[in-house]
């Protein structure tokens, strides 16, 4: 996301009573690697490959979870956790199937890649909160 | 959800060796409830009270719901509980949400509605793949 | 959707000067159909089909498009009538692909149904709101 | 977009016949403009100001954009032509509800900037597809 609209952001974020000790950059980090999930699996889906239909519920999930993460205000820490886990579940559901094709297809292999990296930013941002919930 | 297609979509997902025991007429409930939801909480965002950060994350998750439960060859009984659980936890945050404007704003009272019908449908499902996973 | 919330949201909506005029049972008609719409395209893109990518953009432009009716606090006629013709064009484009399916599979059939009804629908709304801009 | 799935999917896209004149340089910039408007409208609907409902909308409308244009296989050039009608209108009626609390917000200003910056690039590729239809 851009930068000066993340800072805008973030200064509205850390109002909330919830919020004040949540890490903007990692949020930041995470919800671009959310952005560049919906793509990837967006495009890969178009392959019509056994993968597809992971890649079209992991694209609805990853854009919700971005969604989330930009309206922190409709959100709590113990929901966000439990949003983290189902995307998390998902990115690594739609990865193990890409990296079946990774071999023939370099949309898939970039599309596992995406879903990686979104886990792992996912999976930060989950074990931040637990430390603080 | 229209009772002709739901047949013909149970058709195509009772051939799914990990789908063959699931409860067609359960979860077309669920569906119908997520896409009520989605609907009720679309609206109630509209009326700019506490409760609409909530709402529209409620309804994104919803429909994110509903169509991971249509596209259940991207899907696997874990993922699926995963999803579950992140829908009831939303779900139960915006109907508590609403449930305080309940008294002043007839359309939070139904959207309150709406989640707590959601929420309870998921929650079936859930129990029911529980027991069978 | 269901006719309490109808009535609920009809009532907030009577209140903005570009609406008065709105017939809300037809409104209420367009909304169903383009949520009825959304669902046979997420179903009938699951089967994998030449259809599937037109099925995945339709499902897409319909949910948008349902929101946006609920939603006209954010909306003018010009745009509302563009949508309209947008969602038209995709409803048609997606019917044609799942036409030349429709005799070997029961889905595509329904789907272009659900795309005639719901192109039918948002024609009826566009000439409405035509007839009063 | 990721360079390197981008120069993937355009390999995808040139081998369909009414694609292969298409500048992939100008759609690639297209639909990162639709997915930070997204982000920035999605954002500034949080500050529950006038503008928030078309900011839902818009989020809403780039959304479905830019994965129409990832999607192009089920897009013929009249179709994403109207699409692209369509949410240059949203765009720019959003752009003006944000531009009245420019002076006051931060957020609604660079969300101004991130609809009209969609605006021009949406406008830029239809005049493009006009040219070649």
Request: charged share 0%.
């Given at each position: 996301m851009d930068a000066m609209m993340m800072g805008a952001m973030s200064k509205d974020m850390m109002s909330m009573p919830d919020m004040a000790d949540m890490d903007m950059a990692m949020m930041q980090e995470c919800m671009d690697a959310c952005s560049a999930c919906e793509q990837a699996c967006t495009i890969c889906s178009m392959?019509?490959?056994?993968c597809a239909p992971a890649c079209m519920n992991c694209a609805d999930m990853c854009n919700t979870m971005m969604r989330a993460m930009m309206r922190m205000?409709?959100?709590?820490k113990p929901v966000m956790m439990s949003m983290l886990d189902a995307c998390i579940a998902m990115c690594q559901m739609c990865m193990d199937a890409c990296m079946e094709h990774a071999d023939h297809s370099e949309i898939c292999k970039m599309c596992a890649q995406s879903c990686k990296a979104c886990m792992d930013a996912c999976s930060k941002m989950r074990d931040a909160m637990m430390a603080t919930a």
């Open positions: 392959q019509m490959m056994s205000q409709g959100m709590t």
